[in-house]
């Protein structure tokens, strides 16, 4: 069976420094995956050349089995390959309807009619509403994006990535800058995500890398450093030294 | 407000301006020459909006398109005699929405200062074969005597303006409903998304760029239209059309009027002109003082232009009358 998400030899430097180098990696369907690593460990770089906000020096990119290297981006998420922004990144003047409503246009193709009036476009309307049901943002579906707390900003960017109906989903650090009683609710949701979607997470938090993700990468200065299920990495020396040991103790 | 929460239909206000259109129509007669000028200048603020205030592309080249639409109608009359008006319409539309698309496609790859940069220089090569290319365009002298014959065959164009003031009426109205037919529509929610926040719209799978050139085609089309109704009602066409000047003349009335508010495009132009009319009587050496004194007041009092202005003043109206009410 062919893996949701792949990268063969991944290269990318900036002049002299290499920010990832020889990235091997595989996301499996319906995969829960962990994308740590410390500050500056090419993590970010990462996810935009997955996406194809950056290009790759050298090396390989495959959605679902088939490459997209060079496909731009509006191909890739054609294609099922959805995130969500470590800094929040939305239509922050638009009601809440409407950014996702802006997603679900996109991916059922309707966006580019130029005639009909949008608020006519029931089944988009209520495909976004339905949405934001499940995340629990129903009754905030009027309200301008910059009027809404943090935390129900972060649970936007979620459910415009949900708008998409990704079969691949990157969600970088979705609980940054969240206070500790809202980042709950954020995990909940991130629990209750369709089994079918493959999800790579990229977060900092451990206890939500660790409740969350059934398999880990650590990835430092560019290199994959290990890869297994969350009891090994726990375990394993190296991470410790790299990495947990700065949390840890 | 556009966009998918919006109600697309018309409010009662929409109707203002053309109402008052056709009241000035009867209470001017002495001035339609002016109110069709005005009335131009609205379609071509209009088409800036589109792109500007939606879209959230800027660009001080607009004139490119009108000032092409303006000579492929002065043209196709001086010569090569086609004067039906409507043929010289299609023809400068089909120039203008060619041209804009041929640029469109190159320089809508770059953003801010490069494109700006862009767009200006398209409209000063555009005025500078007009200048040269004398055997067409008539270089510094333009083209006199260009011929409109009478529209549908019946109204001839009068020597009061009267037909000439409806004729754009009528073209301007066209052009409102279908730009606001777009800012409603999905297409234009999507500009806003553009305008608001591009790197979202491209992770949400847009192909951003290809949506740019088309609505930069549709609003430089607009642009044509705009011009060509110029050559019409002027009779003449000359170099003033292309450059930065017209480029800046309908941008500073887009800014006065209030920019991405569908009917900023309208209030602007009234001001502009209408005070460029009173001014240039008054102060024939020294009206452009004026416009820059009313444009600094603008920019630097009431950001969102004239409409913003007044929507402000609404809602402390509001606020005010609703505390009073529950003051009691």
Not at chain 1, 13 to 26: E, H, K, M, Q, Y
Not at chain 1, 34 to 39: D, K, R, T, V
Not at chain 1, 81 to 107: H, M, Y
Not at chain 2, 185 to 191: E, F, R
Request: net charge neutral; glycine share 10%.
């Amino acid at each position: 069976m062919s893996s949701a998400l792949e990268t063969r030899k991944l290269c990318k430097s900036f002049g002299a420094l290499t920010v990832a180098d020889n990235i091997d990696f595989r996301l499996e369907p319906g995969a829960r995956h962990a994308l740590i690593g410390p500050n500056g460990a090419g993590k970010t770089t990462f996810v935009n050349m997955l996406m194809g906000a950056l290009a790759p020096s050298s090396g390989q990119i495959l959605l679902g089995g088939e490459e997209v290297t060079r496909a731009p981006q509006s191909a890739r998420v054609q294609r099922g390959l959805g995130r969500t922004f470590q800094i929040t990144t939305l239509f922050r003047s638009l009601p809440v309807l409407d950014n996702v409503a802006l997603a679900v246009a996109e991916r059922s193709g309707l966006a580019t009619r130029l005639w009909r009036p949008a608020s006519s476009h029931r089944e988009i309307i209520e495909e976004s509403q339905g949405l934001l049901a499940e995340l629990g943002l129903a009754g905030d579906a009027a309200a301008r994006v910059a009027d809404l707390p943090y935390g129900k900003q972060r649970l936007v960017e979620i459910a415009i990535a949900l708008g998409l109906r990704p079969r691949v989903l990157l969600l970088d650090e979705p609980a940054a800058g969240v206070p500790s009683t809202e980042s709950e609710r954020i995990l909940q949701v991130l629990d209750r995500l369709p089994a079918d979607i493959a999800i790579l997470i990229i977060e900092h938090d451990m206890d939500l890398v660790f409740r969350f993700a059934r398999r880990i990468t650590v990835l430092v200065q560019g290199t994959v450093l290990v890869e297994g299920p969350p009891e090994e990495i726990a375990r394993d020396p190296r991470v410790h030294q790299v990495y947990l040991g700065e949390q840890h103790g | 407000m556009s966009g998918y929460s919006a109600d697309p239909r018309i409010r009662w206000t929409e109707w203002l301006p053309w109402v008052a259109a056709i009241a000035f129509f009867f209470l001017f007669p002495g001035y339609l020459s002016l109110g069709a000028r005005i009335l131009i200048f609205i379609l071509f603020a209009l088409s800036l909006d589109l792109i500007l205030g939606y879209a959230g592309i800027i660009t001080l080249g607009h004139s490119a398109f009108f000032g092409l639409g303006a000579y492929t109608a002065g043209i196709l009359s001086t010569k090569l005699g086609i004067n039906d008006p409507f043929l010289q319409l299609g023809a400068a539309a089909a120039m203008a929405a060619a041209l804009g698309v041929a640029t469109g496609a190159v320089i809508l790859r770059t953003r801010a200062l490069t494109l700006l940069m862009l767009t200006l220089a398209i409209t000063a090569i555009l005025l500078e074969i007009a200048n040269k290319a004398t055997d067409l365009t008539g270089g510094a002298d333009g083209l006199s005597g260009v011929q409109v014959s009478p529209i549908l065959g019946l109204f001839r164009f009068d020597l009061y303006g009267k037909t000439a003031f409806f004729y754009c009426l009528v073209t301007l109205f066209l052009g409102w409903w279908v730009v606001r037919r777009i800012i409603y529509s999905p297409y234009g929610a999507m500009l806003t998304g553009i305008r608001e926040n591009t790197a979202r719209m491209h992770a949400i799978g847009a192909p951003v760029y290809w949506r740019l050139v088309l609505i930069y085609t549709i609003s430089a089309t607009m642009a044509g239209i705009a011009g060509a109704l110029l050559t019409q009602v002027n009779q003449f066409v000359g170099l003033n059309v292309l450059g930065l000047e017209p480029s800046g003349d309908v941008l500073v009335m887009l800014i006065l009027g209030g920019v991405g508010r569908l009917y900023g495009a309208f209030v602007g132009p009234v001001v502009y002109l209408i005070a460029q009319d009173y001014l240039a009587k008054q102060y024939p050496e020294y009206w452009y003082f004026g416009i820059g004194l009313l444009l600094i007041v603008v920019v630097l009092f009431a950001r969102g232009g004239i409409l913003g202005l007044t929507d402000k003043c609404l809602l402390l109206w509001k606020r005010e009358s609703s505390a009073k009410a529950s003051a009691r």
